[in-house]
């Protein structure tokens, strides 16, 4: 039995949890994982339904859902998108964001306008920086994509209510400082860092480097543009916080 308590203030005859997927400026890689792991939700079919997608259903109109899962940045300069923000702030319960670009601003906080063909797009924020969606996301998801195994036990976890899986999700939400400090801080001197380098390949503005010699990446904070790109790609990122168990 799946329980959402007082937090979902529907009609008792809603049976099914009612769950939608949307878009904003990115490149769509996340809702592809969601895409990967739908073989794997067939078991939970029978108590979710997929009210919305601009991908996989034909509604143009937004309903009332349980959980938004959104992908993407935010455009100041798009009226599509802000009215799209406001639908979600009324119709969705809690919101969920899905990688680097909607929880931390990824490669979107190197935007500089005039890029073709849509030279006046030029101001993106992640949707956590959004003051009227705020009060609605729960969770962040982070990953540039995320992997579809993690998204798919989120989900299970999100059904079942099992918070020791959820609070680093939860954390996640509430960063305020998405950057190379965090790499530093919670991964490199909490002696996490296994020396991958996946936060350097991940790094747009070159903010992340390598040291060879101690097998440790190196952080410039010059170059950083807070993208939170290399926390959202460090697979040690949840080390500091209570881990998800997977069942």
């Known amino acids: 039995m799946f329980f959402f308590g007082d937090n979902f203030d529907f009609d008792s005859s809603d049976i099914k949890i009612k769950i939608g997927f949307f878009h904003f400026s990115s490149c769509s890689g996340c809702q592809v994982a969601f895409l990967d792991m739908f073989e794997d939700l067939v078991e939970i079919l029978d108590t979710v339904e997929l009210a919305y997608s601009s ?51 990824g490669v979107r906080r190197l935007s500089i306008g005039n890029q073709a063909p849509q030279p006046s797009h030029q101001s993106f924020i992640p949707l956590t920086e959004v003051e009227l969606l705020r009060p609605k996301i ?52 909490k002696g996490l860092c296994t020396g991958c380098g996946t936060c350097v390949t991940a790094c747009s503005s070159q903010a992340m480097g390598f040291n060879f010699q101690y097998n440790k990446p190196t952080f410039n904070p010059e170059l950083c543009v807070h993208c939170g790109s290399c926390l959202a790609a460090c697979p040690q990122s949840f080390k500091p916080y209570p881990q998800p168990v997977y069942s």
């Open 138 to 189: 729960k969770y962040a998801i982070p990953g540039c994509p995320p992997n579809p195994s993690l998204l798919y036990n989120f989900m299970i976890a999100l059904l079942e209510i099992n918070d020791d899986f959820l609070q680093p999700f939860e954390f996640m939400a509430n960063s305020k400082d998405a950057s190379g400090y965090d790499i530093v801080k919670e991964i490199i001197n």
């Open 55 to 105: 991908w996989l259903t034909k509604k143009r109109k937004i309903p009332k859902l349980h959980i938004a899962f959104v992908e993407g940045a935010l455009c100041i300069e798009d009226k599509r998108h802000l009215n799209l923000a406001k639908e979600l702030a009324e119709k969705a319960n809690i919101i969920v964001t899905v990688g680097g670009c909607a929880s931390f601003g």
